[in-house]
């Protein structure tokens, strides 16, 4: 569901004090200028996990590779340093999920049915799962080598009111990339259906966002030098 927004500030720390006391502040200054249209909170659950109980980020790129997958590079020298981000903000049906045997919400050897994420459980070693979610989001580009994103889900819920869901954020160096992925879910790949875990959640928000580097923040005329954000606004 496309959701359009004009700014996001996806605000993270160890301490949610200090995200909230940030929010708090920067919605002073925005106060009577812009309407807010969705704001959440969300957690880090147990080890990186999200709330279908598995852990959530483990194929990240990590160091300089984060770096390559999520930042603007010489290809766009305007642009150097910015990123594209896709936010979806997901709802899981944890029943529907929780009736599921431990190994189809991994896999089910030998048939063709049910085969949610393509990871262990317990442990989060990798399977060999086709049209499962790892499999459905391993994407080969033209080069032959696989084309990342940097990922930075976070689950969020009220479960006295029977919500548990992922706040699903990714940053790419080249939209193109997320828009792949997206497409490969949604619709399908050349050898599977939609991926399984669309099953048991539900994209209630969707919106991109282009993440101006702070350099590019900076040289804005008229700034005064006083932007050292690398972060867009709004609507979270
Ligand atoms: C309901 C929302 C989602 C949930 C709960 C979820 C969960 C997971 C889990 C558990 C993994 C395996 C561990 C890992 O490597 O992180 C994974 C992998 C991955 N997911 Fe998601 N995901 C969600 C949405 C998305 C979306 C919308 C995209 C892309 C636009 C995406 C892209 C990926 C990628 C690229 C991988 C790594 C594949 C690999 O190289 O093994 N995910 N996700």
């Known amino acids: 569901m496309s959701t359009p927004g004009d700014l996001l500030f996806p605000i993270r720390a ?32 147990y080890d990186a996990r999200n709330l279908l109980g598995f852990v959530d980020g483990t194929e990240n790129p990590v160091g300089h590779e984060a770096a390559d997958a999520a930042l603007v590079g010489d290809e766009d020298p305007d642009f150097r340093g910015g990123s594209y981000a896709v936010v979806q903000k997901y709802l899981h049906d944890v029943d529907a999920w929780e009736r599921l045997p431990v190994e189809t919400q991994e896999k089910v050897i030998g048939q063709t049915q049910e085969k949610v994420i393509g990871r262990t459980k317990a442990i989060d070693v990798e399977l060999d799962a086709p049209g499962s979610h790892k499999d459905v989001n391993t994407v080969i580009g033209p080069d ?93």
């Open 14 to 45: 160890n301490r949610p004090d200090l995200c909230f006391a940030l929010t708090a502040e920067i919605m002073k200054g925005l106060r009577g200028s812009a309407t807010v249209q969705d704001e959440l909170h969300a957690f880090a659950y």
């Open 144 to 236: 032959g080598t696989e084309q990342r994103i940097l990922r930075a889900a976070m689950p969020f819920g009220r479960p006295g009111h029977g919500e548990f869901g992922t706040y699903f954020i990714a940053y790419a160096r080249d939209s193109r990339v997320t828009d792949t992925m997206l497409e490969r879910m949604f619709l399908g790949t050349p050898t599977s259906g939609p991926d399984p875990l669309l099953d048991y959640s539900r994209a209630v928000t969707g919106t991109r966002f282009f993440v101006p580097s702070a350099d590019f923040l900076r040289a804005i005329p008229g700034d005064g030098g006083q932007s050292s954000s690398s972060f867009s606004s709004s609507s979270e």
